[in-house]
């Protein structure tokens, strides 16, 4: 594994505006990390025990790598971006780090963490208690103060505006751009954060200087809002694609497929279609991890909203079948194979169900599904 050799914090802070630690490397952690490495942050992470893609993602970045969690107390934000199933046990990661960091760190030492996960507000809520939050809450570290900001993500990685072209990955020695070139103009999703500290408290050099980068606006003093808004945008979109799925699937072996898409193009309009064809075809590399993500959301609903949650634990099953039962669940960001029309994604998700039925009907039975219709409930077979 590539390690930045003999890094010296010190010597990143006074060349850079600041070092910012992240956890961990996939495509939204390493575009992020692009971003913050274009505007003069350090971005360091920890990558030991992670595949070569994500080592690869880590480096092209710009990022330094370093080889504990205890390295990454170093920084003045740590942004944990990872699988929903992940956010809480990341968070124990630098609970643990805290406990078992050298001396010199637990000196009046202020981390900044943020947790930028698709979970839902009472998962925040319970990784924020976790956390030394004050230096009487640890008696294992009582000078190492951790500040919880409560954060999300809406929309995809950053990435350079299309009529910027996108140069060659940032070279190991990751010099800062001059302080004199313009700045490139990027593609940025939304961050909202919440609860008593955001990301102008971080640099008091540049309060604003951050929150610009990132697109990041505070919506509330309170822990749990902004990943609340996390929820229930995700409802619409994430779930919209769920329901997209299944109408895809069904309408193929229907034989209407192109019945359906046209119909949305003539009475919806073809924004409609294209929304359609877009989040039937973009969900399978995703659709393991989107399952955890509806599950937080079915419960934000019933926790925070009083409802049932039966709609997204739906949603979770249409994915977790997606991931678990197709060859859909093999694909990779940027490595695709499968599922790249509508019309693939329904034939390999009945390949993969009438698979699981052969197989759960057992070899002596051979069952598979027809075209015909079953006998009708209280009718007996010609046989």
């Known amino acids: 594994m590539f390690s930045t050799p003999g890094v010296s914090f010190d010597s990143l802070r006074s060349s850079h505006r600041g070092i910012i630690g992240i956890i961990s490397m996939g495509d939204m952690g390493s575009g992020i ?23 690869n993602r880590a480096n092209q970045a710009g990022a330094h790598l370093v080889t504990s969690d205890q390295d990454l107390l170093h920084a003045d934000l740590i942004l944990s971006i990872v699988p929903p199933r992940d956010a809480y046990a990341t968070a124990e990661r630098i609970v643990f780090a805290v406990s078992s960091s050298s001396s010199d760190l637990k000196e009046h030492k202020t981390l900044y963490f ?14 924020s208690s976790i956390l ?31 009529s910027i072209p996108v140069g060659r990955p940032i070279p190991p020695h ?18 909202p954060t919440s609860g008593p500290h955001d990301f102008s408290s971080i640099f008091s050099e540049e309060p604003n200087h951050l929150p610009v980068v990132l697109n990041a606006k505070h919506i509330s003093p309170d822990i749990g ?82 409802l049932e949650p039966t709609i997204f634990l739906g949603a979770a099953e249409v994915f977790r ?42 070899e002596e039975k051979k069952e598979e599904w027809t075209s015909e219709p079953e006998t009708a409930p209280g009718h007996l077979s010609s046989s």
């Open 174 to 191: 990751r010099r800062p751009p001059s302080s004199d070139s313009p700045p490139p103009e990027w593609n940025k999703p939304s961050i």
């Open 33 to 55: 990390a692009r971003l913050l490495v274009a505007h003069r942050y350090a971005v360091i992470t920890n990558c030991t025990g992670r595949s070569s893609d994500t080592i």
């Open 321 to 362: 079948t997606v991931a678990e039962d197709t060859v859909l669940g093999e694909e990779k960001i940027g490595k695709r194979n499968r599922g790249t029309t509508a019309e693939d994604v329904g034939a390999a998700i009945t390949e993969g169900l009438l698979e699981k039925k052969r197989k759960g009907s057992g």
């Open 114 to 127: 943020a947790d930028l996960n698709a979970v839902s507000p009472a998962t925040v809520r319970s990784i």
């Open 225 to 306: 809002a902004a990943s609340g808004l996390k929820m229930t945008f995700a409802s619409l979109s994430k779930g919209y694609a769920a329901i997209a799925v299944q109408a895809a699937t069904t309408a193929r072996n229907l034989g209407v497929l192109d019945h359906l898409k046209s119909s949305l193009r003539e009475i919806m309009g073809e924004a409609a279609e294209n929304k359609f064809e877009k989040a039937v075809t973009g969900m399978a590399p995703k659709a393991g991890r989107w399952v955890r993500e509806m599950e937080e959301i079915a419960a934000t609903h019933q926790v925070d909203g009083g």
């Open 132 to 162: 030394p939050t004050s230096p009487s809450s640890s008696t294992s570290s009582p000078n190492f103060t951790i500040k919880f900001i409560d954060g999300a993500i809406l929309g995809g990685p950053p990435s350079l505006a299309s």
